[in-house]
């Protein structure tokens, strides 16, 4: 496999030197990109916001694709689950939308009563040029709730500028709310989606330490939460690409410090969990011995179990390829409390920064790259012998077809990987692919066996 | 009559770049290339891979803002160089996305001078497909039009026919292959993803799955015998068949999805006119067993009422086929807007049946309480619907998100109606059986 010109400065091997990765640009046109667009990254951020109304302003497709898309749960309203879109026609693009945009909020409003709408532009509502900000401005004034554009036009950059067009449209409805009964010792959990009701977990956890969770974002996320969420002490930022944008604005505006955090793994989970305590201990000196008690029985709790999968996992090869960088950190160390080895590793939309720490994560001959395509990472599972791939659905079709196990760690997953109750899951995942019989049928793995 | 919602909520259609790339992955060494921004292709690819769980390769021409502003035709050309470098096809068919269309990008000007830099460079197919004109039926006819448009060659009559089979699945495919050769004609199907989109476990990656229309037998289609068009809808609008007859003369017929026994037996007394050869004996045995299942069930489903949804010709085929077994469709719905379902829906005998074109998921559902039906039939994306009335749903058509095999159910035929029979039949019995407080073990 010969990797494009364009894309040369995109991989590298571990050991070479000097280190150098090219990130954070446009994809090479003609690759086959992994990413989506602009529209994406604003539309997963967003999603999970369970009593707003989401409306898609654009053609069809766009929203059809993100109907329920992700597997993010709510305790309540499941208002977010419906695919709301303007349906542009010819007509309209010729004649602009901005009426069928009023319209549609409107009946929308009138018939969901939804604490808050987000709208989405996409592709050529930049084009035809719709003023969106005013017939949002209007609605929001006849209807009485906030109407928030976000500008999330697919070519205006790449997923990661979709993430700060949510960040942009959630920080409009931050400082809006009353922070009465917040307490002094509370957080706000931002990049959490609560796939597979994995927020709840941790913010039971938090809760145990004592702490307020004052809004989850936007995992099982509520308009009035995030209307509050600036009372909070402290933010806590998981999936930092998506969710910086807004923490520096909390940071900027409100004064409110946050930190990086995962809850993937056993030691990111418990780092989090520590940095909250050591955090708060100057309100409440008792909280870095509960946040310890807290570790130990979680731990003594899943580590038979873990160490039970350890044993038989041990020495197998395994690659990672998601969304943001950050994840991939956790999934690498996972990857070793299990004592896999992570043998390739990329993302789509990592950052200079992410990929120093990933080259300082990995072994020597580690494959690292950025904003990879299909025939890439095919040719990078056969090379490396891998036994596992982890990724998102996109992924899945090259690692099955090759006859190597997949875990799904994006949006599709349905048992909740983080916390430590989820690191087991995830260990009980990756060797229920592992382990599969069916791998013995295929011709790859046939093959191995022939030439032993 | 309150006013007309503007909204569109839960669309029961998609878009139709959607249908220009599954045609393309029909074509034998085609790599489909959106001509628009990268969303477009990865969210197709997404929704593809989730239905027929096997690699789908787009490319796009990922337009940032400078192209969007200036034009394209850099990340066209540059595009285009890419994919044939990186993927060495035979054919890029080229797509384009509202966006594209919306900023007038002109591709025959942006491809005048363009250097592929190989030889042989891939043939180069345009369609145009912006997403807010039609839906995935309209994208995937205009694709295999151009396709014709670009490709196919005139000549001396041959003897071989082509097919046009519509958005079915891979297996019906397989099946209609299995049909033309016995009755030993030389065939061609456009598209034929039924390998690519429904390949074997491989020991090597291939850059673009195997199979799919020869380029060669696309060539040849103006030299056939006949098109066999599959469609009613589709009746008066132009397609590859139409194109195909204006240019090279070659006879047009339109027939309607050969789902059911009625119109199966068209389409085999079609295929027994064309070769004057009888419908083989296997097939006449198939079509026995098929009544034969159709006697032993009968009571079963007698007078159920059923809501059909999907494209136009899917939902005409299939409620022929519930009309023909003693259901009751009740509403006929489609996301379309062809304007031709009531009248091929009348021309297949079914009536009473509330039809709607244009209606999104959430008409369906507000149509469908008041109609107490008794099971919903198509694809995956009714569940909610079905779970809220409390209801089964038969998995038919395009996409089927939320089971394994999608690429595998068969419609066509009657072998395609035996399995859609005993899926019927057994379905409602499974929900009455769970239902009933003695629990029969015999039914």
């Known amino acids: ?452 | 009559m309150t006013e007309p919602v503007a909204a569109t909520r839960n669309a029961c259609k998609l878009c139709a770049p959607l249908g220009a790339c599954l045609a393309l992955r029909g074509i034998e060494g085609a790599v489909p290339f959106l001509h628009g921004s990268q969303g477009c292709a990865t969210y197709i690819r997404r929704y593809m891979i989730s239905h027929f769980r096997e690699p789908m390769d787009v490319a796009a021409s990922s337009f940032g803002e400078a192209a969007t502003v200036f034009g394209g035709g850099e990340n066209l050309r540059r595009g285009l160089r890419n994919v044939t470098r990186q993927y060495r096809p035979d054919v890029i068919g080229i797509a384009t996305t509202c966006l594209a269309e919306t900023i007038g990008e002109d591709i025959a000007v942006a491809l005048r001078g363009y250097d592929p830099e190989t030889v042989p460079a891939p043939a180069l197919v345009r369609v145009s497909t912006p997403s807010y004109r039609g839906t995935h039926v309209d994208g995937y006819q205009a694709t295999l039009m151009a396709v014709v448009d670009s490709l196919a060659e005139g000549g001396d009559r041959e003897s071989h026919i082509n097919v046009f089979p519509g958005i079915v699945s891979p297996a019906d495919i397989r099946y209609l292959k299995e049909i033309t050769a016995g009755f030993d004609l030389d065939a061609t199907i456009l598209p034929d993803y039924s390998e690519t989109l429904d390949g074997p476990q491989l020991e090597e990656y291939q850059n673009i799955p195997a199979g799919g229309t020869p380029l060669a037998a696309i060539r040849r289609m103006g030299r056939a015998r006949a098109s066999i068009e599959i469609g009613r809808a589709l009746a008066g609008a132009p397609t590859a068949a139409t194109a195909i007859e204006r240019k090279f003369g070659v006879r047009r017929i339109n027939l309607g999805w050969p789902v059911g026994v009625r119109e199966s037996d068209a389409f085999f007394e079609t295929l027994a006119e064309l070769t004057g050869r009888p419908v083989p004996e296997a097939h006449q045995k198939e079509r026995g067993r098929l009544i034969d299942a159709y006697v032993d069930g009968h009571k079963y489903v007698f007078g159920r009422r059923a809501v059909v949804y999907g494209e136009e010709d899917l939902v005409a085929g299939i409620a022929a086929f519930l009309a023909e077994i003693g259901i009751v469709p009740v509403l006929c719905a489609s996301g379309g807007e062809s304007g031709t379902l009531e009248a091929a829906l009348a021309s297949l005998g079914v009536e009473g049946a509330i039809v709607r074109q244009g209606a999104d998921f959430a008409t369906i559902g507000e149509l469908a309480r008041g109609l107490s039906p008794d099971v919903l039939v198509g694809n995956s994306k009714g569940y909610a619907l079905a779970r809220e009335l409390g209801i089964p749903l038969i998995r038919t058509g395009f996409p089927i998100h939320d089971r394994v095999g999608g690429q595998r159910i068969l419609h066509l035929g009657y072998r395609g109606a035996q399995q859609l029979f005993d899926a019927v039949v057994n379905t409602l019995l499974a929900s009455e059986q769970d239902r009933s407080p003695v629990g029969y073990s015999y039914l």
């Open chain 1, 1 to 452: 496999m010969q990797i494009l010109e364009d894309r040369k400065q995109q991989v590298y091997r571990k050991g070479a030197e000097p280190f150098r990765l090219e990130c954070n640009r446009q994809s090479a046109v003609g690759s086959v990109s992994q990413r989506a667009c602009v529209f994406c990254g604003s539309r997963v951020v967003l999603y999970p916001i369970a009593d707003a109304l989401h409306l898609v302003h654009g053609p069809v497709g766009c929203a059809a694709y993100t109907w329920d898309i992700r597997g993010s749960l709510s305790s309540g309203p499941q208002l977010h689950r419906v695919s709301f879109t303007t349906d542009l026609r010819e007509m309209d693009v010729i004649h602009g939308g901005e009426k069928k945009l009023y319209r549609a909020l409107c009946q929308l409003i009138d018939r969901h009563a939804p604490k808050a709408t987000f709208v989405y532009s996409t592709c050529i509502v930049g084009v035809i040029g719709d003023d969106v900000e005013a017939v949002a401005a209007r609605v929001s004034r006849e209807k009485g709730i906030p109407v928030l554009p976000v500008h999330s036009e697919g070519f205006r950059g790449t997923k990661r500028d979709g993430y700060r067009a949510a960040c942009n449209a959630l920080a409009r409805l931050t400082g809006t709310g009353s922070v009465e009964g917040v307490s002094p010792v509370s957080i706000n959990i931002l990049g959490d989606f609560n796939l597979a009701g994995e927020v709840w977990t941790i913010r039971e956890y938090f809760e145990k330490l004592g702490v307020q969770v004052v809004a989850t974002i936007t995992g099982d996320g509520r308009v009035d939460d995030i209307r509050r969420a600036h009372g909070a002490a402290l933010n806590l930022v998981q999936c930092s690409g998506s969710m910086t944008y807004l923490a520096k604005h909390l940071e900027e505006r409100w004064g409110t410090p946050f930190r990086r955090v995962s809850y993937f793994g056993i030691e990111d989970m418990s780092q989090a969990l520590y940095d909250t305590a050591a955090f708060f201990e100057r309100h409440d000196p008792g909280i870095r011995d509960r946040a310890a008690a807290l570790v130990r029985a979680e731990l003594e709790a899943v580590m038979p179990g873990i160490r039970d999968y350890r044993s038989r996992l041990e020495g197998r090869r395994a690659a990672i390829y998601v969304g943001g960088a950050f994840k991939a950190f956790s999934l690498v160390r996972a990857l070793r409390l299990l004592g896999m080895k992570t043998v390739m590793v990329g993302s789509q939309t990592g950052l200079d920064e992410d990929y120093e720490e990933l080259r300082r994560l990995c072994d020597d001959g580690t494959i690292i790259t950025d904003d990879s395509n299909p025939l890439e990472l095919s040719a990078f599972l056969a090379e490396k012998e891998v036994d596992l791939f982890i990724g998102g659905v996109k992924e899945r079709p090259i690692a099955y077809k090759l006859g190597v196990g997949f875990c799904d760690h994006n949006h599709e997953r349905k048992v909740p990987l983080a916390g430590f109750t989820g690191m087991l899951n995830f260990a009980r995942e990756v060797y229920s692919t592992v382990a599969s019989p069916v791998w013995k049928l295929t011709p790859r793995r046939q093959r191995k066996e022939r030439a032993k």
